[in-house]
């Protein structure tokens, strides 16, 4: 069976920082890059950042680039997401989510390319 379990999230001010960890299972990890999404509340779900563990590639939307760290540890099959310096507009459910390809560029913001989805988890940056 396919898990992919956030974890970390939780409230935290405006300047702090969360490390969100993203556990997989179920498959051959090797063989997909993580995606973190994220969705505030009336708001479409968006791309964060995406690593592909067998390569080490990051990518990161230009929304959180130099504020967020994406990161793997392969012998757990685990992906991190440091997120510092938060703002208020932070503020969502994130999501990790696995999609089948080791070369993510250029696509790795496209939900629709995702087979796999984790349940979420909430931050909430307060001002």
């Known amino acids: 069976e396919v898990q992919l379990v956030e974890s970390g999230g939780g409230l935290v001010q405006a300047g702090g920082s969360l490390r969100l960890s993203c556990a997989a299972s179920g498959f051959t990890f090797d063989d997909y890059s993580i995606g973190w999404f994220r969705q505030a509340p009336g708001k479409e779900r968006e791309g964060v950042s995406c690593?592909?563990?067998?390569?080490?590639?990051?990518y990161y939307a230009d929304s959180v680039k130099g504020r967020f760290t994406i990161s793997v540890d392969n012998a757990k099959n685990t992906v991190y997401l440091q997120m510092d310096r938060l703002k208020p507009e932070d503020t969502a459910v994130y999501y990790c989510?696995?999609?089948?390809?080791?070369?993510?560029?250029?696509?790795?913001?496209?939900?629709?390319?995702?087979?796999?989805w984790g349940q979420g988890t909430q931050v909430t940056v307060s001002s």
């Open positions: 690593i592909t563990p067998s390569d080490g590639s990051t």
């Open positions: 989510a696995a999609e089948p390809d080791t070369n993510a560029a250029g696509i790795w913001w496209h939900l629709l390319v995702y087979d796999y």
